[in-house]
């Protein structure tokens, strides 16, 4: 009884201050996934690391990040600076940090995993730091590098998963009200074909290339022998630098992150399945775990009702 | 049983001292409900290196066993981790050591480690007497603690956890509520499992005053990792509140040690700084903790080799059995940091490292792998008892995995002159495939001044091709063999292993004449027959099969002149004649045919027999599985 007088209560409070939840949800979550193995891969760690450093920046706590390297190049015996993976050659941000919580890594980066991340299918014992525990209010990132072909990724050169499993696995989270909005994000080549086969509403796909395009690395770091990080990562983070947790940038500025001419391949978008403009969604709806507060100077009485009315 | 009876008299000694020192633990500071205790030790090797370690002890006056279990206990947390204790209640855990190592301790060179640890991820548990199932609550926990620690040890299954009979006794109180049944003790190694800062990250988290202030301000993820050696653990343990020891305490330790190189970034001086090495001066101890302090082993620089600054708050000098030690204190709570601008500890050497010979310590350990090719093999250790005239009884522990097929029969124990030595006791528990690794125990007798070889061989197993990691080309992993011993004398320790809390027990109190030790040995690297997974050899085995199957058919097709046969002109000889005569049999009436019948029905049983063979080893294989 008391539960349903609350929920009352919480339907009137909306009905009177419904311009407080403008963007309809009330927590974020990322999902980032490298898919690659070994050292010569190290672009890719630098790729999921650029993006789990802005969203924590931005206010995402670790929590509410699952992040999964599949191998460990900051103290890979290999690299001569060890604990740190740089963006760029230049060594100005390292995006591994001083602060750094890696959930799922190594041999635990399997599509199994993923999708039982995705889908939240995991054994009991999985601890709650492993775990995807969103809701039907919560804004999801799910951002994925790798080594991929047309409708698949692979998975540390042993597996692969479709674009196929993927939308299954959307799917399955629409209808278990685990998201409200999902972007998901790829840097792999052909890109754009992980998303294509996607069904489930409110969920944007944005690709690093197009069907038959490769996605390209942008520079060698001489220090480290191979490259240190891909084109459309490196300006993503870029231009995600520049966004603070107030800032007014929007989804639309986002889609324009990597032009042709600095990324050689062309970024895809696909926002059919979205509902609301990208033009007025905030990137900090995704990136960043920003709440809402607007400050009013008119008093708001709230009438106390207590005759029976059923929520929803 | 049989054994550990016959061989009592001459196992006492080790035992009784093993099970004295594990009962008999006390602390002896004043009574609290709980403290914390921040102490940074740095030694100069003289191969070099820096030794640095750091130990915060959390001391929690709660006697946590009993019927009622710890989960009622437990639960109104002040300086103890809330996260690490929620989980040892949940699964009642009476003690923890988890090492997560990365690098080799390199005994010949460095002596003996305050905390020895197996290189990659090392957690034995011993849970309390009321605990039903075991390994419940071992899977549970490895699950918790691989989300609490960002480590892959939710990958500890059956297939790398064993029960030790003779390794691994508790290290704190075992006595009345604690009193330990010898079943409840699960050990187990990831000796692959890598060590970073996503590691130390929610180890730090830990700390009562985190990174802001006190001893941890100095953890710097990429000066850490820049080492040679570096080692985080975790040991929880139940110690004696008093030397009556009415009540216990709980006692959680955390430890850092980093072995840095100075003369291989510098110039060849072993110069060292917390600056340099840490990047950050001290800004002060951390609120919480009552007692905060760095020490400097300074018992090398009897000849002013190198100076130390600032000046430390005191001298102290311990002297052991036959030698003694010279510490530099400085006490954080009473340094004038308000003058001083921080405490930067800076030793700077008047000349470059000489290489010298090191002497070794009196017992060490080698270990490596023998043979040659992917279908056998051998592990060899190398067991080193330097002392001139006492021989050493030590318990060596051996966990080899199961797709490395040990061969009982070619363990072989004998000093490099050639003399058999027959273990006191051997406990072994062979391993099952993909089920149990094998577990070697022995009680060795060491003879003085001597080198003893302990050797097997093992097989090495076909793996399932879904059973191969991503790179199975990297290798395979086999986990640190254990030494586990008492020594009389305390020359060779970094510390004198104490059996109080903290670092200033052991440091400062000499009066101890038995020190338990325990050392580990190399991990091993093999590699398993690995089929190739690249692209390029499953082309051409696709490719060949294909060609194979079609030319082969083709050219049978293509080659053969098919001609009319009658098959009743046919002669009665050859295969051709019987098969026809076996197919047409009804229409034969001859006695021959009886002959004939009583053949086939031979057959048919011989195929029944292979059928039902066929079928037993599909069971075998679905027990396998």
Redesign the interface.
């Known amino acids: 009884m008391a539960a349903r007088s609350a929920c009352v209560w919480a339907g009137l409070v909306f009905e009177q201050v419904g311009g407080f939840f403008k963007s309809g949800h009330t927590n974020n979550w990322a999902v980032l996934v490298c898919t690659s193995r070994f050292w010569f891969n190290y672009r890719h760690i630098a790729n999921t690391l650029s993006v789990y450093r802005s969203v924590k920046r931005l206010g995402i706590p670790d929590s509410q990040i699952i992040l999964m390297l599949a191998d460990d190049m900051a103290c890979n015996p290999r690299n001569p600076r060890p604990a740190t993976v740089f963006n760029n050659a230049n060594q100005h941000i390292n995006v591994y940090g001083d602060n750094v919580e890696v959930d799922y890594r190594g041999y635990e980066v399997t599509v199994e995993n993923f999708i039982r991340v995705l889908t939240g299918r995991l054994p009991p014992s999985t601890p709650r730091s492993k775990r995807l525990l969103t809701d039907d209010r919560s804004n999801v990132l799910v951002y994925m590098t790798g080594h991929g072909g047309e409708g698949f990724l692979k998975f540390q050169d042993a597996e692969e998963i479709s674009n196929v499993e993927l939308a299954d696995a959307f799917q399955q989270m629409w209808q278990k009200n685990r998201y409200h909005e999902l972007l998901f994000m790829i840097d792999t080549c052909q890109a754009v074909s992980m998303y294509h086969k996607f069904y489930s509403p409110n969920v944007i796909g944005i690709g690093s290339a197009q069907v038959g395009e490769d996605s390209l690395s942008h520079h060698v770091d001489p220090s480290i022998g191979v490259y240190i990080i891909d084109r459309y990562t490196y300006y993503l983070l870029e231009f995600l630098e520049t966004v603070t947790p107030d800032s007014k940038k929007t989804l639309a500025d986002l889609f324009r992150v990597c032009p042709k001419r600095v990324c050689v391949s062309t970024p895809g978008v696909r926002t059919d399945l979205f509902t609301r403009d990208p033009n007025s969604v905030l990137i900090t709806d995704f990136f960043g775990s920003v709440r809402n507060v607007e400050i009013t100077r008119q008093t708001v009485t709230l009438q106390r009702n207590d005759t029976a009315q059923t929520c929803r | 049983m049989a054994a550990a009876r016959a061989s009592g008299p001459v196992l006492r000694p080790l035992f009784s001292a093993l099970l004295f020192l594990s009962c008999y633990v006390f602390h002896t500071v004043a009574l609290t409900k709980d403290e914390h205790t921040e102490e940074l030790l740095i030694v100069p090797f003289r191969s070099g290196q820096v030794y640095s370690h750091f130990e915060f002890t959390t001391l929690w006056d709660l006697d946590f066993a009993g019927s009622e279990g710890p989960r009622y206990k437990l639960q109104h947390f002040r300086l103890f981790p809330r996260a690490l204790g929620q989980v040892m209640a949940e699964y009642r855990v009476q003690e923890m050591h988890l090492t997560l190592t990365?690098g080799m301790w390199q005994q010949d060179k460095w002596s003996y480690p305050l905390t020895s640890a197996a290189p990659g991820a090392e957690l034995w548990v011993w849970f309390q007497r009321e605990v039903d199932d075991v390994d419940q609550a071992w899977?549970?926990l490895t699950?918790?603690l691989?989300?609490?620690f960002?480590a892959?040890l939710?990958?500890i299954d059956s297939t790398s956890t064993v029960t030790p009979d003779l390794s691994f006794r508790p290290q704190g109180l075992a006595q009345g509520l604690f009193k330990t049944k010898p079943s409840h003790l699960r050990y187990a190694t990831l000796p692959?499992e890598?060590?970073?800062?996503?590691n130390l990250?929610?180890w730090k988290k830990l700390l009562p005053c985190s990174t802001r202030t006190g001893l941890a301000a100095l953890f710097?993820?990429?000066q850490?990792?820049?080492t040679q050696y570096s080692s985080l653990g975790v040991h929880l343990r139940p110690v004696c509140q008093n030397d009556s020891c009415t009540d216990a305490s709980l006692e959680l330790r955390q430890v850092l040690s980093t072995v840095a190189d100075p003369p291989a970034v510098l110039n060849g001086k072993q110069d060292w700084s917390m600056k340099r090495y840490f990047s950050r001066s001290l800004s002060g101890p951390c609120p919480m903790a009552g007692t905060s302090r760095v020490y400097v082993d300074v018992t090398g620089n009897q000849t002013s080799s190198f100076t130390l600054k600032p000046e430390p708050t005191e001298l102290k000098v311990t002297s052991y059995q036959d030698y003694s030690r010279k510490l530099a204190v400085y006490d954080l709570w009473t340094f004038p940091f308000h003058k001083e601008h921080g405490l930067n500890v800076d030793m700077k050497w008047k000349r470059e490292v000489a290489y010298n010979q090191l002497t070794p310590p009196l017992l060490y350990v080698h270990r490596f792998v023998t043979g040659y090719g992917q279908e056998h093999g051998g592990i060899m250790s190398l067991l080193y008892n330097r002392h001139p005239y006492l021989e050493q009884q030590v318990i060596y522990m051996e966990l080899v995995p199961w797709f490395t097929r040990m061969y009982l029969h070619t363990l072989k124990v004998e000093t490099t002159e050639g003399n058999l030595i027959q273990p006191l006791m051997t406990r072994y528990k062979p391993g099952r495939d993909r089920q149990a690794p094998y577990l070697l125990e022995m009680v060795l007798t060491l003879p003085p001044d001597s080198t003893t070889r302990v050797s097997f061989s093992f097989e090495r197993a076909f793996l399932k091709w879904t059973e191969y990691?991503?790179?199975a080309n990297h290798g395979f992993y086999i986990s640190s063999a254990v030494l586990t011993t008492i020594l009389r004398q305390a020359d060779n320790f970094t510390v004198p292993p104490h059996m109080g809390s903290g670092l200033e027990s052991g440091l400062f109190h000499s009066s101890s004449t038995e020190f338990p030790l325990c050392l580990h040995t190399e991990t091993l690297l093999i590699s398993l027959p690995t089929p190739d997974?690249s692209m390029p050899y499953n082309v051409i085995c696709l490719t060949c099969t294909v060609i194979a199957i079609a030319f082969g058919s083709l050219h049978n097709l293509t080659t053969r002149r098919f001609q009319y046969t009658d098959l009743t002109k046919a002669g009665s000889g050859g295969l051709r004649a019987r098969l026809a005569r076996l197919f047409g049999r009804e229409k034969q009436t001859t006695s021959e045919e009886q002959g004939e019948e009583s053949e086939t029905s031979d057959e048919n049983t011989q195929e029944k027999l292979l059928n039902t063979n066929s079928v037993s080893e599909e069971e075998i294989d679905n027990k396998d599985r």
């Open positions: 990365q899977f549970g699950n918790a691989s989300g609490l960002c892959s939710n990958f692959r890598n060590v970073c800062t996503e990250t929610p710097h993820a990429g850490l990792y820049n990691p991503p790179d997974f």
